[in-house]
């Protein structure tokens, strides 16, 4: 069973999608929602299953291992991994996730590689100066990118980012249009960038998926 306030937010997010990707001249069909479900228990992923939710963000390997075996019945659940993967996880979170959004060094590419079924893989990069944020540097992405291509297991889908926190949504602009433009220039397309506050501008931007927690599921409890 789903509540009601679920579906009443989903309507709402979706509903901010549509607006903000006519703004923009873009089709909502091309953005996809990834259902940001850390901290969340498992029931809470199957009800977003049920209003019709496929993919889904996790950020914890430890944690998503609990989940899984609760969730083995939903054929079409994608699972997205999107915290920062130590190289020494990578067996693991090849278990258990189809998706990899924060490759962030060849070697770690060269670990996912090792999968025995083909993986998809975006590549995280920092924009942010903060210390606590992960990814590759912009003038170390050609050289990550040319090693990725070079894994036949891995589907290189496009670049990731996380902006520094601020409540102002248009302060994250000029991070999504970096993005882009480091995007064109190693020829991706897929940009996952944006949350429940920013998610609107990062459509502007170019999004083709965007990472939504809050907006959808309430405020989380700190893990
Ligand atoms: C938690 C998280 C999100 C979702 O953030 P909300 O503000 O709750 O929408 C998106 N991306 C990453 C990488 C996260 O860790």
Redesign the pocket.
Known sequence: MSDGGLAVRLAEVRERISTAAARAGRSPDDILLLA?T?VFPASVIRDAYELGLRDF?E?YVQEFEGKAPLLRDLPEARFHL??HLQSNKSRKALELFQVIQTVDSPRLAGRLNESATPVEVYLEVKLSTEESKHGALPEKLAELVESVRGCPRLKLAGLMT?PPWTEEAAQSRPYFNTLRELAERVNLTGLSMG???DFEVAIEEGATCI?????LFGK?RKP
């Open positions: 940001v850390k963000g950020n999107i915290g996380i949350m429940s506050h990472r939504v927690g809050t907006a989380r």
